[in-house]
């Protein structure tokens, strides 16, 4: 069991953070308004939830379906739950039911799936598209050479909302090793964005994790997904 950090070490953490990412955006122009930070709580007990939702967390995120259920079926109303982890098909319909965002798609067939899942739950359901942008095989998302034709096929689904395009940077100790896959990433955003109904909301980039969000914020980054640095290190 991880050890949960009490209010003030949180609030630190918290602090320190957003030092980070205000500095990140003044270096390229932005308002840190323009990004949403997610705190990923896998992991991490519930007791750590609370604790970070006492001080003003409403996005989380979660790897798997089963511990996102475990924590936020019962979720308040001004909570926010995304899964940012893979999904199985045969737990879509549970995703269906507890996120509000899953940003890990990348399959027409389980998009079909989710759309009606989400249909049955009457529910609209926000959508990214991962893309294997650090290309290294241990990595869910469309290659990128397949990530366009991909776009270019999606039909549109009445009850999901296609937001923007997700990826995880390169697994290095070098956060400016991962730039050129998040310059690609905003690239093919802003592509599609608007080209027609379908992506009338495609918006969003979720890139940026602890290690590297500076490099994804300068590259327009508008969700960062951050563990560590607010919960403290996990143990698997």
Known sequence: M?????????????RLLNERISLACSSCGRSVNDVTLIWVSKFHPQEAVDTAYAIGAREFGENRVQEAIEKFS?????????????????????????ADVI????????????????AELNKVLDVLIQVNTSEEDTKSGLQMADAKAFLESLPAHSHLRYRGLMSIGKNTDLAEDSR???????ALRDEFVNRDSRFS????LSMGMTGDLEVAIEEGATMIRVGTALFGSRQY
């Open 2 to 14: 991880n050890s949960v950090l009490d209010l003030q070490e949180m609030k630190n953490n918290l």
């Open 74 to 98: 019962q979720k308040k109303d001004d909570v926010r739950c995304h899964i940012i982890g893979p999904v199985q098909s045969n737990k879509l319909k549970k995703a269906a039911l507890v």
């Open 103 to 118: 940003h890990s798609m990348d399959s027409l067939e389980s998009l079909e799936k989710l759309n009606r899942y989400s």
């Open 180 to 186: 050129a896959g998040f310059s690609f990433l905003r």
């Open 201 to 204: 909301h495609f918006t969003e």
